[in-house]
T-cell receptor, first 116, second 116 residues
Framework: AQSVTQLDSHVSVSEGTPVLLRCNYSSSYSPSLFWYVQHPNKGLQLLLKYTSAATLVKGINGFEAEFKKSETSFHLTKPSAHMSDAAEYFCVVSDLFSGGYNKLIFGAGTRLAVHP | GAGVSQSPSNKVTEKGKDVELRCDPISGHTALYWYRQSLGQGLEFLIYFQGNSAPDKSGLPSDRFSAERTGGSVSTLTIQRTQQEDSAVYLC??????????????FGQGTRLTVV
């Protein structure tokens, strides 16, 4: 069965230091993978997506993620955290189910805190 | 409109009353999803529509929950005899036809439901 595991429920970093949010997935087919961000009291916004093109995907606000099939991982990184990056981040897999439809499966989320 | 629109944005209801939540997807998007997000929690899948049919309604928590979609566009989520545990933010998302390729989902701002 398809699933997504975000390995850390909370991550805390200092401003200007690197960010790493970890995500592992399981999929029966060739999935698409996404990272969404949710700022407090705001809607979900797409950060980046992987759809079987380049394995290193660049997104908005300096974030990027690397698809590693051998490790079934899609970790999100940013070289230097900014205060405005503090938010909840969701790793999502979109997979083809029997019956021919795609379903978005969300990880539990990682709350990123950025300290001055 | 340009994005996914949900109404109302906030709803306070008395326990035992019925509520109806509305979602207007992006024009031309055939796929529509409902999710629920409880306070501090991740996203819980409720139901998926492809056109007017729902190939996956496995996430509906009980028979008090139902959803329909008409004209391949507007969707309504109905909760009958509301209970306090129904209090959450209900999110709607839409995407292009997944059968022609994996695409990201666009989310509405959600309806915050409070059952008192």
């Amino acid at each position: 069965a398809q699933s997504v595991t975000q390995l850390d429920s909370h991550v805390s970093v200092s401003e200007g230091t690197p960010v790493l949010l970890r995500c592992n997935y399981s999929s029966s087919y060739s999935p698409s993978l996404f990272w969404y961000v949710q700022h407090p009291n705001k809607g979900l916004q797409l950060l980046l997506k992987y759809t079987s093109a380049a394995t290193l995907v660049k997104g908005i606000n300096g974030f990027e993620a690397e698809f590693k099939k051998s490790e079934t991982s899609f970790h999100l990184t940013k070289p230097s955290a900014h205060m405005s990056d503090a938010a909840e981040y969701f790793c999502v897999v979109s997979d083809l189910f029997s019956g021919g439809y795609n379903k978005l499966i969300f990880g539990a989320g990682t709350r990123l805190a950025v300290h001055p | 409109g340009a994005g996914v629109s949900q109404s109302p944005s906030n709803k306070v209801t008395e326990k035992g009353k019925d509520v109806e939540l509305r979602c207007d997807p992006i024009s031309g998007h055939t796929a529509l999803y409902w999710y629920r997000q409880s306070l501090g929690q991740g996203l819980e899948f409720l139901i998926y529509f492809q056109g007017n049919s729902a190939p996956d309604k496995s996430g509906l928590p009980s028979d008090r929950f139902s959803a329909e979609r008409t004209g391949g566009s507007v969707s309504t989520l109905t909760i009958q005899r509301t209970q306090q545990e129904d209090s959450a933010v209900y999110l709607c998302a839409s995407s292009l036809d997944p059968m022609v390729g994996n695409t990201e989902a666009f989310f509405g701002q959600g309806t915050r439901l409070t059952v008192v």
